[in-house]
Each structure stands twice: as structure tokens, then as C-alpha cells.
């Protein structure tokens, strides 16, 4: 298992409750983990719910469906997100799999 550090904490634009917890921020040390097992766990949930994705490491709902995996939270939180956090997350999955800063 990963260990935490500041990187891998996305701090969101406001607290989120879900499920008896408060998120004000969430721990992607779970990235380092994702394997191409999950990988294609996701493109199957996207087939599964009538959705193509011509890049699926780009597609927003591609990327919610690794955070939840990486991050153990279900992937029904990560569907309130607003669009600036929900951007965020993105960004935060793409920078793992494709190394960008």
C-alpha cells in the first residue's frame, strides 16, 4: 500500500457528506496501487452504463470510477462532486497515469 503525502491530498473547494463522513479532502496514495485489472474494471463500468469513451484516461466518469477504487470511497460520492472538485479528481487520476504535473 501507497503511503500518504501531501501530494497525493486533494483538498476539496468545500466539505462533502456522505455516508456518516465529512470530506474536506481525500487521499489518492491508493493511485500507486491501480492496476490494469482496474483499469479495465472501468472500461467495463462504462460499457455496462452505455457510455464510449474515445480516451477513456480523459473521460470524467472513467476517472471518478479509479478515484473511488484508489481512494475506497464509493463511486455514488464521487457523482456530487461540484464541476471544480469533480475537475480536480480528474486531473489528480490523469497526473498518475500519465506522469503530468
Request: charged share 30%.
Amino acid at each position: 500500500m501507497a503511503k500518504k503525502n501531501e501530494d497525493n491530498i486533494l483538498k476539496l473547494s468545500k466539505p462533502y457528506a456522505f455516508e456518516e463522513h465529512t470530506y474536506q479532502e481525500l487521499d489518492f496514495s491508493g493511485l500507486d496501487d491501480i492496476t490494469v485489472e482496474d483499469m479495465i474494471q472501468a472500461t467495463d463500468f462504462l460499457t455496462n452504463n452505455n457510455r464510449v469513451a474515445v480516451i477513456q484516461e480523459s473521460d470524467l466518469q472513467y476517472c471518478l470510477y479509479i478515484a473511488s477504487n484508489a481512494t475506497k470511497i464509493p463511486y455514488e460520492f464521487f457523482m456530487q462532486l461540484r464541476p471544480r472538485d469533480a475537475m480536480k479528481v480528474k486531473n489528480m487520476v490523469r497526473r498518475a497515469f500519465f506522469g503530468e504535473e
